[in-house]
């Protein structure tokens, strides 16, 4: 189960900061986000399954990092799903004495879960279902770090939050920052592009937030081009490579990039040897959603053509070849080409991809 949390993780550090649905739903989610109740809780007892909910979990608050200080002590109930559940609960069991982090809420006098859309988890982090809980406790350390000084020392303490390696809390720490439409800020965070000291999450939410604040300056730049260029093209793990592919992929169903840029950061990602493969493989994977937006295939054709006659890596070879067939109408030249390909090609997917492209 713990990989059925780990996916929703992995695109909300960047996902989140993206416009929500509505206008209402944003409000609703700036107030959370500006006074959030988010605590440490231990699972008390158990309850007895519900057909319809499923089995309720009664936890009490043993520490709070951020929200009334009062509420230590007080007690809430979570949900572990039974097969027929429906709801805000988990699927992974709870054990009395477990302890774990929630995002909460007040409603009727009573704590209640609260999902901050804006905050890098659903409802809870647990370490029995969240892969970085780890950073997800640093990041509620560094919340309580922030919420217990005074109103006019947090600037101050949100800058240094940024520089933070740990890519939860500095992405969180851009956030709160941007809530603040002082120039300065905006200058502190164009600063921080020219620097490429925080995390590879963090940079990528730098220009996200640049794009809102400073749109005529920043979202056509050379400067922008380059920063996500140096993005997809520097050495990074899983983690951040996922993470910065998800931030182009949603700066172009935005409108934030055109597709044509979009393609070319992912063909650099594609043929970037300081990636993991899996994660040049989905480079690949995401150039074939980008090409839906592009008028113009003939050099992502071309492109990706090249990877099948001559990349050394067999798996990007058949990502290459599974774009050609399901995303790119072929020109008669273009079809000559895969053909005089697929009379020599030895591996059975690549030649079963381009089979498919030639008879679309």
Not at 188 to 197: A, I, L
Request: glycine share 4%; charged share 25%; aromatic share 8%.
């Amino acid at each position: 189960m713990a990989r059925y949390q780990k996916r929703l993780l992995y695109p909300m550090l960047i996902s989140a900061a993206f416009a929500l649905v509505n206008p209402g739903q944003a409000q609703e989610a700036s107030r959370s986000f500006a006074n959030p109740i988010v605590v440490k809780a231990k699972v008390d007892t158990l309850g007895t399954r519900n057909p319809e909910r499923g089995t309720p979990a009664m936890l009490v608050v043993t520490h709070v990092y951020s929200g009334d200080s009062k509420l230590l002590g007080k007690s809430f109930t979570d949900w572990f799903f039974c097969e027929e559940g429906t709801g805000l609960g988990t699927f992974v069991p709870f054990k009395a004495g477990q302890e774990g982090i929630w995002s909460l809420k007040v409603e009727k006098d009573q704590l209640v879960l609260e999902h901050v859309h804006e905050l890098p988890f659903i409802y809870r982090s647990r370490p029995e279902e969240m892969e970085r809980h780890k950073q997800i406790v640093a990041l509620a350390e560094a919340m309580e770090s922030y919420y217990k000084l005074k109103s006019s020392e947090r600037s101050s303490r949100a800058k240094e939050l940024v520089k933070s390696y740990i890519p939860e809390v500095s992405c969180w720490a851009i956030r709160i920052l941007n809530v603040d439409t002082d120039p300065k800020i905006t200058a502190f965070f164009v600063e921080q592009t020219k620097k490429r000291e925080l995390p590879l999450s963090g940079q990528a939410m730098l220009d996200h937030v640049l794009v809102n604040r400073n749109k005529g300056d920043w979202i056509n730049s050379e400067a922008r081009k380059k920063f996500l260029e140096t993005l997809v093209s520097g050495e990074s793990d899983s983690y951040h490579a996922h993470e910065i592919m998800s931030h182009v992929d949603l700066a172009l169903q935005h409108g934030q990039i055109s597709a044509q840029l979009a393609i070319g950061l992912g063909r650099l990602a594609a043929e970037n040897q300081k990636w993991p493969l899996k994660n040049r493989r989905e480079a690949i994977s995401y150039i074939a959603l980008f090409v839906r937006r592009s008028m113009n295939h003939e050099e992502t054709f071309k492109w990706l053509f090249k990877q099948v006659e001559s990349n050394s890596e067999l798996v990007l070879r058949r990502a290459a070849a599974a774009v050609i067939a399901k995303r790119i109408n072929l020109t008669e030249a273009e079809k000559n080409l895969v053909k005089a390909r697929l009379s020599m090609e030895a591996d059975k997917e690549v030649a079963s991809a381009l089979r498919e492209a030639v008879q679309r």
